[in-house]
């Protein structure tokens, strides 16, 4: 199989090529802005990658669409910060830049496996959410937060409708706070905008305070990246055809924390860290915050978000294991590596 992936060299692309490459025979065309995350596939003769930008390289992207079997578009931003501080920008990429690449695989007939978002269900009052039954609830205009969740919802809704009146061959999963190493980047919560776990990690770093936004009473179900692989690497395996035309929530209901209690739990880890002891940083604290004051006006929250993965379980026998404190070791050593990989760069700059 040729799986071509935009924005490779993400959270997402760079742990999917990883799981590719080593388990499987199939070749990877993918494209991003750099390659740091999937460096050591560079040489593998099944892995191609090229330097670019998906607003420019227009026609590699239509050439490689039509050359390969399934197209995984995974480029987005996807930080609630930048939702609220530059919603056109989500829009322009999210959404239009997407909708493109969609509309090629429907003229190439080829499988689309797209990244929807845990964000579309947004303050959906159900206990769990369903994929074919939970109403998608939002906000109003001017709460910017939204645009990433609708854009996200209307894409679903056109693939859908292509799949419906076209015969689109594709599936929707809904990402539910996937976490590990490589998320993010420390220096996008070097400027406060990056998303929790990274924004802790490098707050506890710098010695400085987590900040609870309205005092980190918001819950979400954060599943370890390994997980969340073994759920979309059966999808793109689509035995018996099993993920065509469907809908699967990747996440992990058993996970479930409070914000307050996720800070609890990183600053227990913190306490003990080698690397903290050795570098004499402070164990950790907190403060509370307002929205308004740590996102801006246009922020609404998410209460609480837990994922039905009943037709994950179903489907494919899905089943999560890594505990959250086990993924949160896992990502602040990586983020920690991460951390002193920047320094010595820093120390040879000076
Ligand atoms: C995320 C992002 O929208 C996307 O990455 C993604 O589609 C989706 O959820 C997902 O991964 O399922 P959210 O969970 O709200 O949205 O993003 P975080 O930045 O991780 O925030 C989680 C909670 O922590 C929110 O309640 C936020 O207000 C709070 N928070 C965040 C703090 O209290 N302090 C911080 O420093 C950062």
Redesign the pocket.
């Known amino acids: 199989m040729k799986v071509l992936i935009l924005g490779v060299n993400g959270f997402i692309g760079s742990h999917l090529v990883d799981r590719i490459m080593q388990d499987t025979d199939w070749e990877v065309y993918g494209l991003d802005l750099g390659a740091h995350k999937v460096a050591e596939h560079l040489a593998n003769p099944r892995f191609h990658f090229v330097e670019g930008d998906i607003t420019i390289s227009k026609e590699w992207i239509e050439y490689h669409i039509k050359k390969c079997d399934v197209v995984l578009p995974l480029v987005a931003i996807?930080?609630?910060k930048v939702?609220v501080t530059d919603p056109l920008r989500v829009f322009e990429l999210d959404f239009e830049e997407n909708l493109r690449v969609v509309r090629q695989c429907v003229k190439y007939k080829k499988r689309v496996v797209f990244p929807s978002?845990?964000?579309v269900y947004g303050m959906c009052p159900d206990e769990e959410f369903d994929e074919y039954e939970s109403p998608l609830v939002t906000g109003p205009i001017p709460m910017n937060r939204w645009i990433?969740s609708t854009s996200k919802q209307l894409l679903d809704r056109v693939i859908w409708a292509y799949g419906f009146q076209q015969g689109l061959r594709f599936t929707l999963f809904r990402?539910?706070?996937?976490m590990g190493p490589k998320l993010d980047s420390l220096n996008t919560a070097k400027e406060g905008s990056s998303?929790?776990?990274t924004?802790?990690s490098w707050n506890l770093f710098n010695g400085e305070p987590?900040?609870?936004?309205?005092g980190?009473t918001?819950r979400?179900c954060f599943i370890d990246v390994a997980d969340a692989m073994d759920g979309i690497m059966a999808v793109l395996r689509n035995e018996g055809g099993k993920a065509d035309g469907q809908i699967f929530n990747i996440g992990n209901p058993a996970n479930d924390y409070s914000?307050r209690e996720i800070a609890a739990m990183m600053i227990a880890i913190w306490k003990d860290h080698p690397f903290r002891l050795e570098r004499g940083i402070a164990e950790g604290s907190t403060v509370e915050t307002g929205?308004g004051e740590?996102y801006g006006k246009g922020y609404q929250?998410?209460a609480r978000?837990t994922p039905s993965i009943k037709r994950m379980q179903a489907t494919f026998g899905f089943e999560p294991k890594v505990s959250m404190i086990d993924s949160l070791k896992k990502t602040i050593d990586f983020f920690v590596e991460e951390h002193k990989a920047q320094e010595k760069v820093v120390e040879t700059e000076n």
């Open positions: 996807a930080t609630p939702y978002t845990s964000e990433y990402p539910f706070n996937w998303r929790l776990v924004q802790f987590l900040q609870l936004v309205d980190g918001a979400r914000v929205s740590f929250d998410v978000r």
